[in-house]
Protein backbone atom coordinates (compact mmCIF):
# COMPACT_ATOMS: atom_id res chain seq x y z
CA UNK A 1 0.00 0.00 0.00
CA UNK A 2 1.33 3.92 -0.77
CA UNK A 3 0.15 6.92 0.44
CA UNK A 4 0.43 10.00 -1.32
CA UNK A 5 0.07 13.34 0.70
CA UNK A 6 -0.54 16.95 -0.74
CA UNK A 7 -2.11 20.12 0.27
CA UNK A 8 0.08 21.45 2.83
CA UNK A 9 1.52 24.90 3.13
CA UNK A 10 1.73 28.21 4.75
CA UNK A 11 -1.93 29.96 6.65
CA UNK A 12 -2.24 33.01 8.79
CA UNK A 13 -4.14 32.04 11.79
CA UNK A 14 -7.77 32.12 11.01
CA UNK A 15 -7.35 30.18 7.39
CA UNK A 16 -8.10 27.21 5.72
CA UNK A 17 -5.86 24.25 3.93
CA UNK A 18 -7.38 21.09 2.49
CA UNK A 19 -5.16 17.78 3.07
CA UNK A 20 -5.23 14.77 0.30
CA UNK A 21 -4.19 11.36 0.76
CA UNK A 22 -4.55 8.61 -2.42
CA UNK A 23 -4.27 5.60 -1.22
CA UNK A 24 -2.70 3.16 -4.35
CA UNK A 25 -1.40 -0.70 -4.12
CA UNK A 26 -3.05 -3.76 -2.31
CA UNK A 27 -5.81 -1.83 -0.61
CA UNK A 28 -8.83 -4.41 -0.94
CA UNK A 29 -8.11 -4.90 3.09
CA UNK A 30 -7.67 -1.55 4.53
CA UNK A 31 -10.90 -0.17 6.28
CA UNK A 32 -9.51 2.88 8.47
CA UNK A 33 -7.47 6.03 7.25
CA UNK A 34 -6.89 9.41 8.94
CA UNK A 35 -4.26 11.71 9.82
CA UNK A 36 -2.11 12.24 12.86
CA UNK A 37 0.51 14.93 13.04
CA UNK A 38 3.95 15.84 14.55
CA UNK A 39 4.94 18.83 15.88
CA UNK A 40 8.51 19.80 16.39
CA UNK A 41 9.38 18.29 19.90
CA UNK A 42 6.41 16.37 20.60
CA UNK A 43 5.03 12.85 20.21
CA UNK A 44 2.84 12.08 17.09
CA UNK A 45 -0.71 12.29 17.67
CA UNK A 46 -4.14 11.76 16.18
CA UNK A 47 -5.84 13.88 14.10
CA UNK A 48 -8.89 11.95 12.47
CA UNK A 49 -9.79 8.92 11.05
CA UNK A 50 -12.35 7.62 9.06
CA UNK A 51 -13.89 3.83 8.89
CA UNK A 52 -15.82 1.76 7.00
CA UNK A 53 -17.70 -0.25 8.87
CA UNK A 54 -21.17 -2.04 7.46
CA UNK A 55 -20.72 0.32 4.53
CA UNK A 56 -20.91 3.50 6.69
CA UNK A 57 -18.61 6.25 7.50
CA UNK A 58 -17.61 6.41 11.01
CA UNK A 59 -15.47 9.48 11.88
CA UNK A 60 -13.27 10.17 14.86
CA UNK A 61 -11.50 13.32 15.86
CA UNK A 62 -9.08 14.54 18.43
CA UNK A 63 -11.00 17.20 20.57
CA UNK A 64 -8.44 19.69 19.64
CA UNK A 65 -9.74 19.78 15.97
CA UNK A 66 -13.22 19.09 16.74
CA UNK A 67 -16.08 21.46 14.92
CA UNK A 68 -12.87 23.13 13.07
CA UNK A 69 -11.29 19.99 11.16
CA UNK A 70 -13.93 17.71 8.92
CA UNK A 71 -12.05 14.25 7.61
CA UNK A 72 -14.07 12.47 4.22
CA UNK A 73 -13.14 9.93 1.82
CA UNK A 74 -13.92 9.44 -2.14
CA UNK A 75 -13.59 5.43 -2.53
CA UNK A 76 -14.07 6.14 -5.96
CA UNK A 77 -10.87 7.91 -5.89
CA UNK A 78 -9.36 5.49 -2.85
CA UNK A 79 -8.66 9.35 -1.27
CA UNK A 80 -8.94 10.56 1.93
CA UNK A 81 -9.22 14.63 2.79
CA UNK A 82 -8.72 16.23 5.96
CA UNK A 83 -10.33 19.85 5.43
CA UNK A 84 -9.03 22.45 7.99
CA UNK A 85 -10.71 25.53 8.54
CA UNK A 86 -9.88 28.30 11.94
CA UNK A 87 -6.56 27.14 11.40
CA UNK A 88 -4.08 28.36 14.61
CA UNK A 89 -1.01 28.24 15.32
CA UNK A 90 -1.14 25.00 17.97
CA UNK A 91 -2.21 23.09 14.63
CA UNK A 92 1.83 23.95 13.36
CA UNK A 93 2.90 20.35 12.48
CA UNK A 94 3.92 17.56 9.68
CA UNK A 95 0.71 15.64 8.96
CA UNK A 96 0.88 12.48 7.96
CA UNK A 97 -1.70 10.20 6.03
CA UNK A 98 -2.41 6.85 7.92
CA UNK A 99 -4.10 3.64 6.64
CA UNK A 100 -4.93 -0.06 8.35
CA UNK A 101 -7.21 -2.92 8.88
CA UNK A 102 -8.89 -2.09 12.36
CA UNK A 103 -11.95 -5.08 13.51
CA UNK A 104 -13.46 -4.34 16.53
CA UNK A 105 -10.58 -2.32 18.05
CA UNK A 106 -7.67 -4.42 16.55
CA UNK A 107 -5.24 -3.70 13.87
CA UNK A 108 -5.01 -6.39 11.73
CA UNK A 109 -1.65 -6.84 9.20
CA UNK A 110 0.46 -3.87 8.83
CA UNK A 111 -0.16 0.28 9.43
CA UNK A 112 0.85 1.88 6.26
CA UNK A 113 2.03 6.19 6.64
CA UNK A 114 2.42 8.62 3.71
CA UNK A 115 5.47 10.86 3.40
CA UNK A 116 3.79 13.82 5.80
CA UNK A 117 3.17 17.39 4.42
CA UNK A 118 4.11 20.18 6.37
CA UNK A 119 1.39 22.58 7.78
CA UNK A 120 2.32 26.14 9.23
CA UNK A 121 -0.37 28.94 10.51
CA UNK A 122 1.87 32.00 11.43
CA UNK A 123 0.95 35.69 11.59
Known amino acids: VQLQASGGGSVQPGGSLRLSCAAS????????MGWYRQAPGKQRELVATIANIAKESITNYSDSVKGRFTISRDNAKNTVYLQMNSLQPADTAVYYCNAKRVVKGIIYGSTYWGQGTQVTVSS
Open 25 to 32: GRIFNINN
